[in-house]
């Protein structure tokens, strides 16, 4: 066998000003590595979307036809809105439908698949030893790899939170209770699924994964312990968290906006403390006779401001402390701003590992 | 110049030292053999000299003063790890695209030519390759880089003879014809033989030996490489076998 002689080794005097390799090469090393997971997120999303797409379209027109109707009151129009609210019904829409439920997983999913295996994968199988070699450098091999796929996935999940936003306008909308159309708080489980908090939680996920995959340094396992820390942050911020990012408005008036979201409620009694949340029995009993004459004519709010009213009848203020629905947006950047800082201390903490990792 | 230079090196995993007080000059322009027996330090010597280990005591320095791991030291160092990984669900183009675009420097014609000889298709994937094939594209990776020093840790320990004579011959060209450095590290102290021209020696992680071969051999009376090293490890650990 011969040995092919290569030509003359380039001047080496340009050592001295040494010039890093340029960073926008490791997209395209990125996009290879990782274009399996990536089209995975793609064709999951892209799925999802055209699903969207087909379940939307008819509950917008539905939605279109119901609030330009003239005039209310016909029995057209009424047909139509009750062919709204029955749309609505059907669909899975709402807090408490399945697909609200099965799109919380997706944010987790894709970031735990697309970031697990960046750090993970390397030191699974030794290619590591490979990729920490090259002239790149391995700590800007690494905080290449992590932003370039934090930026796409940021991207592309912002543009499926829109599309997410789109198909629950008719729900959340712009309720218009004089029309018997329901109102809805943007607050439910949705409220994490828009332009802003989805692609801060895939990001956020994403993050988690890396740097489970750098501890870790197996695929499965960080992928698992990835989703279990995701669900622990999920619930614990929508249970404990959110409603605390600004002060909730308090209201005595026995019907809170339909839109809002209820934090509290509680009665006072001649300006003192009385009860938390519903009346105690012996109080529900003296209440009796009141909310059993309004049984014939239910007002528009239901029980709870039948309640209301007969409590205060009865000479108690209830109060209400809740989050308008005006407070969407800043609710929206507030969970945005404090997921992506999250984000960005884990992508640094991985990247100082891979820095200061004795192999 | 000095393409490898310790001072009191010295790794530690855990309470083991894997290296211990290691001081040592490779001068450039040697095919340096790192020799011991398995679990003596070599590879933890040559991951200090690559960068990809920090010392637990002392300092390395390669290519002239150049702390290892440094951008500049990983300019002109290419490193061809134990058992050659590479990415296995990679094509061999792509394996080519990633080695170009990660370094300042990258032959492209070469290793396209090399890969051509060598009947290595650039469309099979890393992983469906031959052991002899895998190791072979890790060199022409390497090599394509013009390194200034080639590192390799036991290059052929997994090769069959003819794969491990072609390996070794590609080596020996980059050597002879581009005075590419080479620091390689092995077990297999026949293969050495014919290749190399400074011995380092390793056991229990710490340098026995060090040196120019034809130095070493006249200083100690020894017919080849192979005797002294085999003589030189069974005074200091008796445990060591061929």
């Known amino acids: 066998m011969t040995a092919l002689t290569r030509p003359a080794r380039p001047n080496s005097a340009g050592d001295a000003a040494l010039r890093p390799v340029p960073w926008r090469r490791m997209a395209g090393v990125s996009w290879r590595q990782h274009r399996i997971a990536l089209a995975g997120a793609a064709v999951l999303l892209g799925a999802l979307a055209v699903w969207l797409w087909i379940m939307g379209t008819p509950l917008h027109h539905a939605y279109a036809a119901a609030i330009a109707c003239h005039p209310a009151s016909s029995a057209a129009c009424q047909g139509s809105i009750a062919n709204f609210n029955q749309s609505v019904e059907n669909h899975f829409m709402g807090s408490k439908g399945t697909g609200g439920v099965l799109l919380q997983v997706v944010p987790a999913l894709i970031g735990a698949f697309v970031g697990a295996p960046v750090l993970a994968r390397e030191l699974e199988t030794g290619t590591f030893r490979y990729a920490w070699t090259q002239g790149f450098g391995r700590w800007r091999w690494a905080l290449a790899k992590l932003v370039a796929l934090a930026l796409v996935l940021a991207a592309a999940t912002a543009a499926f939170g829109a599309l997410v936003s789109w198909y629950y306008q008719p729900y959340l909308g712009t309720g218009n209770p004089a029309l018997g159309l329901n109102e809805n708080s943007p607050f439910g489980d949705l409220f994490s699924l828009r332009e802003v908090t989805f692609p801060a939680w895939t990001v956020a996920s994403f993050a988690t994964a890396a740097l489970a995959g750098m501890l870790i340094r197996r695929v499965v396992p960080a992928i698992v312990a990835t989703l279990a820390a995701y669900a622990g942050l999920a619930f614990a911020t929508a249970g404990l968290l959110r409603e605390h990012y600004l002060t909730p408005l308090v209201t005595s008036s026995v019907s809170p906006p339909g839109t809002a979201w209820i934090i509290s409620q509680w009665s006072t009694l001649d300006g003192r403390f009385a009860f938390a949340g519903n009346p105690p029995t012996s109080i529900f009993n003296q209440l009796g006779p009141c909310l059993a004459a309004g049984n014939g004519k239910p007002l528009a709010g239901g029980f709870p401001q039948q309640l209301a009213q007969c409590l205060a009848q009865h000479g108690y203020t209830q109060w209400t402390s809740y989050q308008p629905a005006s407070r969407l947006w800043p609710f929206q950047w507030i969970e945005g701003g404090w997921l992506l800082a999250l984000s960005a201390l884990l992508i640094a903490a991985t990247i100082w590992l891979v820095h200061r990792r004795a192999a | ?242």
């Open chain 2, 1 to 242: 110049m000095n393409v490898v230079e310790a001072s009191g090196l010295g790794k530690r995993y855990g309470r083991t030292w894997a290296l211990r007080e290691c001081t040592l000059e490779i001068p450039a322009g040697r095919v340096a053999a790192l020799v011991g027996p398995n679990g003596a330090g070599k590879s933890t010597l040559l991951n200090l000299s690559v960068g990809l280990t920090a010392p637990s005591a002392g300092a390395v320095t390669v290519l002239g003063g150049r702390r290892a791991g440094s951008p500049a030291a990983l300019d002109g160092i290419a490193f061809v790890a134990q058992d050659t990984p590479l990415y296995k669900n990679l094509t061999v183009s792509d394996m080519i695209y990633l080695t170009r675009a990660l370094n300042r420097r990258f032959d492209q014609p070469y290793a396209r030519t090399r890969l051509d000889e060598l009947g290595i298709p650039l469309k099979r994937k890393a992983g469906k390759l031959s052991g002899g094939q895998q190791a072979q594209l890790a060199l022409t990776l390497a090599l394509a880089r013009h390194p200034r020093l080639l590192v390799l840790d036991e290059p052929v320990a997994m090769l069959d003879p003819v794969a491990r004579h072609d390996f070794m011959a590609t080596v020996l060209a980059a050597a002879a014809d581009d005075g590419v450095s080479v620091l390689l590290s092995s077990h297999v102290l026949t293969e050495l033989e014919r290749v190399a021209d400074y011995l380092v020696l390793l056991s229990l992680g710490q340098v026995r030996l060090a040196g120019k071969v034809g130095d070493l051999l006249a200083a100690h009376g020894q017919a080849s490489l192979e005797e002294l090293a085999l003589t030189y490890l069974r005074e200091t650990t008796p445990e060591v076998t061929r």
